[in-house]
């Protein structure tokens, strides 16, 4: 017996790996692929040229990018360090890169799609929770304001933006030494030389982030998330924060399973779809390839202290909607018990 669910552990624990690995496959690729078009075809210093000079203005148009260049969590990373060769400012390729996996029309149709109807779905205590648009909208906002947030602290703490990048991001620069060869077929392997250079580099840190999520996720059952987070928001919250970092989803899928946890608050709901896609193990082990650790520091601290802010404001102004619906459906009940 002991034998079988051993096995049936291993088979678990190799199911949820390869669900992981394969859901973000195809968007690693497409995202390498894409980081070699860019860094072909997009002229050296051009971003720097028409993007806003103003960093705070800056900030909040990097945050918008995810809709010029729709990517998830897992395609998003290989695209940022390539605009950031570019000469998009740091500040801004942070913005975009925790924004952009959100900001994405996929993202937000699918966040529609799962919880439509919901809104005549009641809690126990007669609260009712948000539908399809009450979510997309609350989840596009709220992560927005976190992103553009997190870009201005950046750009307020951190002087020299060289100083936090990695070693080998930290060395690349993208001037022209000497003419290139302007064939296609010579642009084209080019092209696919940057986008494998890319996935491998990613794919490694992807592999190992799924071997821990799939290890964790064995022991982590949402009658055990419902049953922890019962009594306080903030800590319903938190440990939703804590399940979008474990679970690694990807962005496109997420709000399915954040939909699934039916007996949950919808802020903690929302503080899983906004924390996860900017912040999960395999996303952190993917940023040593890109940040050091000071500014991978920085951005999860804030990260953290503005998604929980957001979501206890949220929390606060749903629970006071909703208790005003509740009191006016039932008004006229106690009237009429009235002598």
Known sequence: ????????????????????????????????????????FLPAKLLSRVFPKKAAVGVLAG??????????????????????????????????????????????????????????????????????????????????????????????????????????????????HGPKTTGLMNRLDRVTAVAIHDFLDIAFFLTIGALLSAAIRLFLTQDEISGMSDTWPILAIGIMMLVGFLLCLCSEADAFVAAS???????????????????????LLMYTRIFRPKLIILIVVAVSIQTMAYMLITHYIWEKTSISEVATESAPIQEKKQP
Request: hydrophobic letters at 55%; one cysteine or more; glycine letters at 10%.
């Open 1 to 40: 017996m002991r034998d079988t669910e051993i096995m049936m552990k291993i088979k678990d624990f190799l199911l949820i790996f390869t669900s992981i690995f394969y859901e973000a496959m195809p968007f690693i690729v497409l995202g390498a692929v894409i980081a070699g078009l860019l860094e072909e």
């Open 63 to 176: 945050g918008l990018l995810g809709l010029v260049f729709p990517m998830c969590e897992c395609g998003i990373v290989p695209i940022m360090r390539r605009l950031l060769r570019k000469g998009l400012p740091l500040s801004s390729c942070v913005a975009y890169l925790l924004a952009g996996p959100v900001l994405n029309p996929i993202v937000l149709f699918s966040t529609f799609m799962a919880f439509s109807g919901m809104e005549d779905t009641l809690l126990a205590d007669g609260h009712s929770q948000w539908g399809g648009y009450a979510m997309t909208v609350a989840r596009a906002c709220a992560a927005y304001l976190v992103a553009t947030g997190t870009g201005l602290v950046v750009h307020f703490f951190i002087a020299d933006p060289n100083s936090v990048l990695a070693p080998g991001v930290a060395d690349e620069h993208d001037h022209d």
């Open 261 to 283: 946890y039916v007996k949950m608050i919808p802020a903690a709901k929302l503080g899983f779809l906004v924390f996860g896609p900017m912040m999960d193990i395999k996303l």
